[in-house]
């Protein structure tokens, strides 16, 4: 393959990339899927939002220095590795808690939602995130002058990728609440969300 095409071809990996990171079962689209079985679709917008927005800022930040400052110091990497993973799993345990009263999707509640702030803030302890920032800036970016251009392209790659694959997760959560109309499937739904929650914050630390 000539370089010529190989350049061709480095967008439709990107894009291929980021579909893949970003509709896969992760943290974030497990929270979003959860919320939206609860509060209905309406109510996960700001989570989406917040989400994607922080994503994106994420990777502008691992391609602008700081992923090399991480590589560098390899312990603050770690320590913000597990701040993540402790917190995340500490949120699972919050879900698995729930008593069922609380996840009927058509009845107000007063529990507290993740809102816009609170999954923009959970990207930054977010290992997967971390992990997929400095992984696509260390592929899809280049040093030299350009790399700054570079880094903001990704930047919006990420993000105009990853609205619409969290909101189909919102749709699947939104669909599924309506499934949720006795005890007994709350508290399966509730369960199975925290299992899946913790898998999704595990496995990459373990693998």
Not at 103 to 132: C, E, H, R, V
Request: charged share 10%.
């Amino acid at each position: 393959m000539s370089p010529g095409s190989s350049r061709n071809t480095l967008p439709g990996v990107l894009w291929c990339f980021a579909r893949a990171d970003s509709i896969t079962p992760g943290p974030t689209n497990i929270l979003v899927l959860s919320n939206s079985a609860r509060y209905g679709f309406k109510a996960a917008l700001p989570i989406i939002f917040g989400a994607c927005a922080s994503a994106a800022l994420v990777v502008m930040l691992a391609g602008s220095g700081l992923g090399q400052a991480l590589k560098a110091h390899p312990v603050i990497e770690t320590s913000m590795l597990w701040v993540g993973t402790v917190w995340l799993s500490y949120l699972a345990w919050q879900i698995f808690r729930l008593p069922p009263d609380l996840i009927d999707p058509q009845s107000p509640s007063d529990s507290p939602q993740l809102g816009f702030w609170g999954a923009a803030g959970l990207q930054w302890i977010n290992p997967k995130t971390w992990m997929m920032a400095l992984a696509v800036v260390g592929v899809f970016s280049r040093n030299g002058a350009e790399k700054t251009l570079q880094v903001m392209h990704l930047s919006l790659v990420f993000f105009s990728v990853s609205l619409p694959c969290a909101g189909a997760w919102a749709v699947l959560g939104a669909r599924s609440g309506r499934l949720l109309r006795s005890p007994a499937a709350q508290t399966y739904f509730n369960r199975g969300m925290s299992v899946l929650l913790l898998c999704a914050v595990w496995l990459p630390v373990t693998v």
